[in-house]
């Protein structure tokens, strides 16, 4: 029998917190929709079934629509927001994902509903002693990210500078990407979340710059 995988913590708004437990760790039967070679899957550590995965999608969903007050508003809709489950639904392969693997799928289908009080308390397993991001430190001055600690000597002279860009994506752009990845309150929160988390931890920094 395999170990549950992390469970999601979600804080809402509404000051409810809800926890939602992942698969029960128990291999799924096979149905007559799953498409072959699920099943199997799930003898791999670490993988669960589509069908798992699915279950626990809608249940994030049901668990947004009755926890929030209204989780459409800032998404375009009702409609919006169960097309986007769809695709949720869709991407979700045949042989399965790993909670990492499903923690990356679902991100932005949380982050659309638009809210910096919906967001996930859980997710990737960081090393704060080995960040794995960028070697530098950021805070937020004005409207723009500073650096303010460097992991390196050598990187002593870039202490003082602005960010214009990493990997040739500028500053703006990334900020759109973090709302797309996390719900965000303003610029300023924006600009926070890049300096505490997306441009620290390399998790976090892959999904915001896949390439």
Known sequence: MRSK???FLFAFSTSVTVMMF?????????SATEPPGAAAATARPGVFSRAELT?????LANILEASHPDPYINGGGRI???RRL????????GEGMTSDE?????RPFVAGVGDAHTNFLGGYEVDRERPGGLPLRFRVVEQSLVVAGVSREQDRGWLGSRLLSVEGVPLGDLLDRQR???GIDNPYHGLQTLADE???YEPHLRDLIPE
């Open 5 to 7: 995988p992390r469970s």
């Open 22 to 30: 992942g698969a029960c760790g128990c291999p799924a039967p096979p």
């Open 55 to 59: 279950e626990d999608a809608r249940q």
């Open 80 to 82: 919006a927001f169960h």
């Open 86 to 93: 769809r695709r949720v639904l869709n991407a979700i392969p």
């Open 102 to 106: 499903f923690f990356h799928l679902v």
């Open 180 to 182: 797309r990845l996390r």
């Open 198 to 200: 997306s441009l620290r």
